[in-house]
């Protein structure tokens, strides 16, 4: 980018948080998307560091002059390439904001700055508040506080806390005009004119840079354990789901995979899947309790009503050793089938309706001569599954099959992105889920919001 422009952002910032070498602006580049579909970044790019919210204001304020766009950036765990950019802009890093601000043990909630991550608020509770703790959990812990807002992310214990929009109780946030203004706080009520906070979350750095948040935390629960049941078909499986929360029991995460994806998975990475039975299908249960014997108690229950429903077989996780194994392969199966498939998807549709949505995904891998092995949470809907590459080449028919999945989520009440989001990525797609009166009305709130298109411009939605 031409030299006014790092002159201007090293009048602001200083020297030392201005960066523009290839060398040093390389790893702003991409996030987690996956390489088969993420957008080719544009190098052309600066990257700045601010440290106060004054700079980020000034930033702001610099940028509508002289009309540049601006990425906010956090951890780049994102998958859906909102943080990647396609055309010469400023990366405006939020790295620098890392401190927590207050632990509120009565009202149960912490604020902290936008670029603290996941890890190190869950270590700085694990130390400090024993009693309480933080459970959204997406999947990557170098996630950063803003990211995970402006994202919504969610995650494998939705079922029980929600997901990050559940969490969000206040937001001190940048305006694209570099005003700096609070929305939300401590207040369990609040019906003062429009809830533009709920707005912003989930907005992808499209209509405001995040500088702090207030969360809500939950009593830490002394116990957590996990099982698994096998089951020979989705329906038993998604029926048994039903009854358990029906029983009153509400697990922390309820997991659905492929028997074929765990024991791939297993083997891949050197462990061992406890189930070897006829089934097809397993749930994996993560549950917490505050005593070793509701733990116990609340274990057995799940079993007994999943075998009631169909089940084959169920293992609880008896120590530590053995959970740490379950979760072990839950967690790997992303990593090892990456090498392997074009791109994973996320749709979601509501749990009465998986049955429906995992046979027309069969249906539609049929039609295109392939598999799409699959896991998910399906207490909450949102599966995962793969378009898988051929002789390690993106098929032809990669993108039709993808629509294919889509329309048949959107068919059964569902939506095309539960947790990556729209980004980049997925926008092409909103035709399918929306009206063109809808995206207008999108249109209409980003130009509100940011008149001058500078913030995350080409994510969403296209002015």
């Known amino acids: ?269 050197e462990r061992t899947w406890p189930m070897n039975d006829e089934g097809t299908v397993d749930l994996l249960y993560l549950v917490e309790e505050a005593t070793e014997d509701g733990l116990y108690e609340t274990a057995g229950t799940i079993a007994e009503i999943c075998e009631a429903n169909g089940a084959l077989n169920s293992v609880i996780a008896e120590d530590s050793k053995q959970q740490r194994n379950l979760l072990d392969i839950r967690s790997a199966i992303y990593e090892v089938y990456k090498p392997i498939f074009v791109d994973s998807l996320d749709t979601a549709v509501p749990v009465a309706n998986i049955g429906d949505l995992m046979r027309e995904f069969d249906a539609i891998a049929e039609k295109y001569g392939t598999t799409t092995p699959r896991f998910g949470h399906v207490a909450d809907g949102n599966f995962h599954n793969f378009i898988l590459m051929v002789d390690g080449k993106v098929p032809e028919w990669a993108d039709d099959m993808r629509r294919d999945i889509y329309k048949a989520a959107i068919k059964y009440g569902g939506t095309i992105t539960a947790e990556h989001g729209t980004g980049k990525t997925r926008k092409p797609y909103m035709d399918i889920q929306y009206t063109p009166h809808v995206i207008e009305i999108m249109k209409s709130i980003k130009r509100a919001f940011d008149p001058n298109n500078i913030l995350n411009p080409g994510v969403i939605i296209d002015l």
């Open 1 to 269: 980018m031409e030299q006014k422009y790092i002159d201007a952002l090293i009048g602001i910032c200083g020297k030392e948080n201005v960066f523009f070498e290839k060398a040093d602006i390389g790893r702003y580049l991409y996030d987690e998307t996956e390489e088969y579909v993420r957008p080719q970044a544009c190098e052309d790019c600066l990257v700045v560091r601010p440290k106060t919210y004054e700079e980020v204001s000034e930033i702001l304020k610099w940028a509508n002059e002289v009309k540049v766009p601006i990425i906010p950036r956090g951890g780049g765990t994102g998958a859906c390439g909102a943080a990647i950019p396609t055309q010469p802009s400023v990366i405006m890093t939020m790295e620098s904001f890392r401190k927590i601000i207050e632990v509120d043990e009565i009202n149960m909630m912490i604020t902290c700055q936008t670029g603290v991550t996941l890890a190190s608020l869950n270590e700085y509770l694990s130390e400090n508040v024993h009693s309480l703790y933080f459970p959204c959990h997406p999947g990557d812990e170098g996630a950063h506080v803003g990211g995970m807002c402006i994202e919504n992310a969610g995650g494998v214990r939705a079922v029980k806390h929600g997901i990050m929009r559940n969490y969000i109780k206040g937001m001190k946030v940048c305006l694209p005009n570099g005003e700096i203004v609070q929305l939300g706080g401590k207040l369990m009520k609040n019906n003062m004119g429009y809830d533009l906070m709920h707005l912003l979350i989930g907005s992808e750095g499209t209509l405001a840079v995040v500088l702090e948040a207030t969360l809500k935390l939950y009593p830490r629960l002394e116990y957590t354990g996990a099982l698994v049941c096998s089951f020979k078909t989705t329906e038993d499986a998604v029926r048994s789901v039903g009854e358990v929360q029906k029983s009153g029991i509400i697990p922390l995460a309820v997991e659905y995979m492929d028997r074929a994806i765990s024991l791939g998975t297993a083997e891949h990475i």
